[in-house]
């Protein structure tokens, strides 16, 4: 924790950008919420009926080689932070990155000297993760997300993905556009959305080109959460321009024939006043594949709040104003206390009562600038064992 101040990360940065260095488990992807400004009000958690399979919603069929949702059942996914922090080559990057002022810095010198033991060492982690999941659950998640190394300032992290995607797991790429806390590290939105970063999303989109001819689609997104306030693309007005410009350049390469894009959102139920009504952000139809919803039970903040509490209203908004998207719950956690177990049976119940959510993705972290663990105890894994028996939820083959 001491390491994670010391750099001036602030809140979900390390997880997720640190170093840009990792991938995380999702049987379709993603990432955690923020804090809140809600009380905290004790409650029983109240455990929702076991109630008859809603009839299933079957989404028009995406172009190319893109991720179709599955006309009945739902993907089941995790994510999981895989490095080894305390490694001298993660140690040694680290460094590295902090003694910079700016993005051109760390690309120059990433281009003159790769980390190839560090890339060794972060795909080693990626595996022993998945096959931890694997041996829980005797089947492998449907989908990882890799949401650590990516940035549309580097190369498309193919490396990784093609970890996920020989054991027949299917990626999702959450690519950020920063490296750290320093506003010189940042690709200003307004700077995307004008094209004075367009040779770096060439190059990225020309990368996942690449990916997809060998292995197919995987799950695309960038600048998560837009309708709240805690990064630095919420709620601003160049976050659709700079959005419909990074697909734009993907269309040229000829990447969006793999890339399936994912636009994921906040649910405000879960934020209080820090995340607005999603639909501000709403790219468009033509730039959405997917529909992503991230929302947390956070001891602190939400204790006793089931998902359905959390995320339920966001759900069946986004199934009225657009009922051609798939919903995937892109993001979901519980904090790890006695009650997970009995939390995670309800959630996925209630998720199995929506059945325009196609994919659902556990946040098995801890966050680290909020102090909530979030990891799945022992007894939560054997509970999630015996719910994936259950047909309905799709795990990799």
């Not at 919420?33 to 009000?41: D, F, L, R, S, V």
């Not at 096959?131 to 193919?158: G, H, V």
């Not at 990626?171 to 010189?184: D, L």
């Not at 069946?316 to 998207?325: A, C, F, L, T, V």
């Amino acid at each position: 924790m001491n390491l994670i101040n010391n750099i001036g990360f602030s809140r979900r940065d390390f997880i997720k950008a640190c170093l840009g260095t990792g991938v995380a488990l999702s049987g379709l992807a993603t990432i955690t919420g923020c804090a809140t400004t809600e009380t905290a009000k004790p409650s029983k958690i109240e455990v929702a009926p076991a109630s008859v399979k809603a009839e299933p919603v079957v989404y028009p069929r995406l172009a190319d080689k893109k991720v179709q949702a599955p006309e009945d059942g739902c993907f089941v996914g995790f994510n999981k932070l895989y490095l080894d922090t305390n490694s001298v080559h993660f140690q040694k990057s680290i460094s590295t990155i902090r003694s910079f002022n700016t993005i051109e810095q760390i690309v120059e010198y990433n281009k003159k000297n790769p980390n190839i033991q560090f890339t060794a060492e972060i795909e080693k982690g990626l595996d022993n993760v998945l096959d931890s999941y694997q041996k829980a659950f005797e089947r492998n998640p449907s989908i990882c997300a890799i949401i650590y190394t990516p940035k549309l300032s580097k190369d498309f992290p193919e490396s990784e993905a093609n970890v996920v995607s020989k054991k027949g797991i299917t990626p999702y790429i959450n690519a950020w556009t920063f490296y750290g806390a320093k506003e010189s590290l940042r690709l200003s939105i307004k700077d995307i959305a004008t094209g004075k970063h367009d040779s770096y999303l060439k190059q990225f989109a020309k990368g996942a080109v690449q990916y997809g001819e060998k292995h197919g689609g995987f799950f695309m997104t960038t600048m998560e959460e837009s309708n709240a306030d805690w990064y630095y693309w919420g709620q601003k007005s160049n976050f659709i321009p700079a959005w419909r410009r990074i697909w734009q350049i993907f269309e040229d390469q000829g990447a969006n024939q793999y890339a399936t894009w994912v636009w994921e959102v906040y649910c405000p139920e879960g934020a209080g006043t820090r995340a607005k009504h999603p639909d501000i952000t709403y790219p468009g139809d033509k730039y959405v594949d997917w529909i992503g919803l991230s929302a947390f039970s956070r001891k602190q903040y939400h204790s006793g709040k089931t998902l359905g509490a959390l995320a339920g209203q966001t759900y069946e908004q986004m199934r009225k104003n657009h009922p051609d998207k798939p919903i995937m719950q892109a993001e979901f956690a519980v904090t790890n206390d006695r009650a997970q177990p009995r939390w995670l049976m309800d959630a996925y119940k209630t998720i199995k009562t929506m059945p325009g959510m196609k994919a659902a993705i556990f946040y098995d972290n801890i966050t680290p600038h909020e102090g909530d663990d979030h990891t799945l105890s022992q007894k939560s894994l054997q509970t999630l064992k015996e719910i994936f028996k259950d047909p309905y939820w799709i795990m990799a083959k």
